[in-house]
């Protein structure tokens, strides 16, 4: 018996030193020739090199093959430094979109903004997809040094608000019918609303002119959330709506502010309330007065979304929250994850810019006439009226969430929720260099007009100077404002990629709305 057990230690000590050199020479080959496999199937152009992805400039996060950005749900830190540390950008990368990509998306805005506000605001809604943009611009957005840098990018149409641009819209059929009738001639708030759908009127021919498939009107304060894309792209979320449908709606979420001092809100704001399509009756219902904290609604301001529509015939605007058609009633559909985030009042200065841009009386009477929402109408009062520190005392109470326990019942509750992708998508772009990459751009762009400017001014001044010289040197002086005309067509042409051509200091050409 021991004699037996003896002879099976032999046997399976010796089968074990048999296999161990089988075992070590197996792990030594495996590595080399998985390593061989790659090499091959790179060397067959199967595999893409990470270095070279300078070759595809088109492709960027947001798009099919690339990795999504932060998370469409909340995340922690150390899943926001992930997303930073995976935004990719070179210098020279023009975030173009690929002509052949389907669907094309325009985005149009009426902005009197500055380059803080807008850049971020384009190339944030530029990374989820959106191809064209149409910049109805005014005030401090229509001023040289900011139209340089909007203009030099791809893809971006700036409209000025011209003398010429008043007259044709002077002439549009709106004015004749009554869908916008009860907002025409009244101050403040109802003005600007019949200007958005008139600039919307016009942006629907513009887009069609440029092939586009989707149009969505937004404010530079609103970023749309395409959640339920799994590559955090809006391109993805509209090309898998059916064909059949005409216009989608992306509910709104409202910023939470958390502090009084917010300077950049794309950058700093990640709570968000809900909109109630898209939280229980009983919760909705259940949590009103605690949501509300004493304000006139539910909302501070809008509580009805914005949508975007499908390019097609007898398209109209709908106000600057829908569109409609003249011909039928649209076939709609409503996001039931996806939303459009509005950052309003996130900026204590959002008070006295609010006042500063309306002419109105501080009275209840008064500004009935000139704001449509509650919020809006106590604001006004109060910036009109109160010193700083009240001003700063109301906001606190009305608009910042400083109530910890509050705040985190309702997102446990989920009317709260925490939205971290714009954030980390708009720290991605300024780390990156992005955004400082089209600034330097546009001044390059300002530089070139500035030369042209004087050289025509030049040319103008020997014209004069020289016209009682004789025929030879008028031919002379012809020839030369010939080639300054020369110049300045190739000036205008620097931003050659474009998707969009346009002269930024000639009218708008005329262009009859759909029928």
Known sequence: MAGSRLQGSQVSSSSSAFSTPRILILLTLMPLGLAAFAFVLQWRGEVTDPTRLGVDRSRFPGFPGSSPIGSTSGVDCGGQQRGLSAFIHHPGWKYAIPENGKPKICVTTSTAGGLEQILPWLYYHRVIGVTNFLLFVEGKAATQNVTAVLESIPGVRVVYRTKELEEQQARSRIWNETWLSSFFFRPCNY????????????????????EMDWIIHLDTDELLYPAGSPEYSLRKLLGDVAPEVDMVIFPNYESAIERDDVVDPFSEVTMFKKNYDHVTKETYFGLYREATRGNPNYFLTYGNGKAAARIQDHLRPNGAHRWHNYLKAPKELKFEEAAVLHYTYSKFSDLTSRRDRCGCKPTK??????????????????????????????????????????????????????????????????????????????QEQLERLKTRDKFLS??????????????????????LASSSRRLMDLSSLSSSAMVVEDDPFAAVPPLPPPR
């Open 191 to 210: 003005e600007l609303f019949v200007r958005q759908s008139l600039n919307m009127e016009m942006a629907i021919v513009m887009a069609r002119e440029a």
């Open 458 to 479: 030049a040319v103008s001044t020997r014209n004069s100077s020289s016209s009682e010289l004789g025929s030879k040197d008028s031919k002379d002086d012809h020839r």
């Open 365 to 442: 009477d008064d500004v009935k006439r000139c704001f449509m929402l509650e919020f809006d109408r106590a604001a006004f009062i109060i910036a009109s009226t109160a010193t700083r520190e009240e001003m700063l005392r109301w906001y606190r109470e009305h608009v910042v969430w400083t109530d910890r326990e509050l705040n985190l019942k309702l997102l446990r509750k989920g009317l709260l929720t925490r939205i971290y992708a714009p954030q980390l998508i708009v720290q991605g772009l300024r780390q990156s260099g992005v955004l400082n990459n089209a600034l330097a751009a546009g």
